[in-house]
């Protein structure tokens, strides 16, 4: 086995992400001439003075709601704001301060899906009768006018997962200014009116080639939240490994690299739970048919007989390069999927262990050498007249109908719609990853699409400059208003192969 690995740069990773989400998933506002705006990423519509506000030493944050989400929000950006509480200047607070930031949502509900609204306002006023342009001369003024004016700063949203991102907003304004000791914001006022472009705004992450501890997910988690990206595509398990507990089917995590390296249901729960915290939804991708090695560790019967007769599939490519696929042409095979996928889902929507309504099959490259030493499949093939792409098509059909009966929309990779063309259910969300010509094709159809271009938001090629994550627009050459509804987004690729 190739040894696993625990070395993710996740302060590369967050750099990458947020030249992502400027560059694609963000905002289309124009950056405005004169001061800098250190807002990630740009919000749609925003206003801005030339003064400097500071935070009064009691500074606090309420709300109209007692979420617990915003609450631990609160909890959360107390700490990321006030990174030093113990050399607080108080000579510079005589007058204008910011006592409190005040968040205001309109919907109680906290369900958390594609539809879920995250739009919010963000105002921060200071009181006209007085002006300030610099900490030097704050107390100057105010004794000259004798005024002690408190500013004031509100968050306006649909939704709390609108006020978290007002919240990131907000403490990215808030800086510490170390030669005076005390936390400012610049350019005040400020009005920002924001939402987002795309409504799935994503990264992969690989923890079958390379295992990432429970830790080291809270930590990409936490990235994710300071870029205003909300979906995290957990694609878990793959031909390398199966790292993850099954209640029903035990034998699945004996493909684990170790037993050291498995996440246990808690651990998904846990996961789930800190990223619904953080206003993320969790996506998993349960590949299949193809690269599924690692499936018949545990379950030797799910893979197709005689598959190591072909040099494509010998044992002896796995677990580096090996796509074996699992046995479409068994019966056993949609039992145990229809099994996990109940167990992952809870059989209906917002049930399970992974409460997103998307859940990501996969159906990418089949290696079809692996099914052809095997009577079975040819005997299966022959009773049902089917060619090799019908036989997986057949299984790719079989599996979205099993996974929509539990509720959920089904998500797959490109080459099923290729494949399939407009024959693939309709309700499939389309995953492109190879060709923008296909995505064009798939809105037209009425395909749902989200964007992954290998060649420019995978992480792991190292042929993709920063220059060309800036320019890439998951839109691509799509401009007609219906067809642009059908992208909902796109994502970024944290593949484990390298």
Partial sequence: LIAPSYGVSISLLLYVILIMLVCGLGSSATVLQGPSVPIWPLPQFFTHGTDTLLLSPDFTFTSNSSSHILRKAFERYNHIIFIRTDVINTRYYDGISLGALHVIINNPSEELQLETPEDYTLTITVPSTTSMSGLDTVKIIMEATGTNTTATATINATTVYGALRGLETFSQLVYYNIEKDVYAINNAPWTIEDYPRFPHRGLLTDTSRHFFPVKVLFRLLDSMAYAKLNVLHWHIVDAQSFPMQSASFPRLWEGSWSPSERYSTQDLKDVVEYAR????????????????????????????????????????????????????????????????????????????????????????????????????IAQFMQQHSFTYDQLYIYFVSRVSMMVKGMGRQVINWEGTYSTAGNTLDEDTIVNIYLRMDVMAKAVVSGYRCIVSMACAWYLDSVWNDWQHFYSFDPQGNVTDPTQIKRILGGEVSNWGET
């Fill in 277 to 376: 915290l953080r206003g993320i939804r969790v996506v998993p991708e349960f590949d299949g048919p193809g690269h599924a090695y690692a499936w018949g560790i545990g379950y030797p019967a799910l893979l197709p007989q005689g598959y190591n007769i072909s040099a494509k599939c010998g044992a002896d490519t796995c677990p580096t390069s090996c796509n074996i696929p699992l046995d479409p042409s068994n019966e056993f095979t949609y039992q145990l999927l229809e099994g996990l996928f109940n167990e992952m889902t809870g059989g209906k929507q917002g049930q399970g262990i992974f409460l997103d309504n998307m859940f990501h099959t996969g159906g990418d490259e089949i290696q079809y050498e692996c099914w052809e030493n095997s009577t079975q």
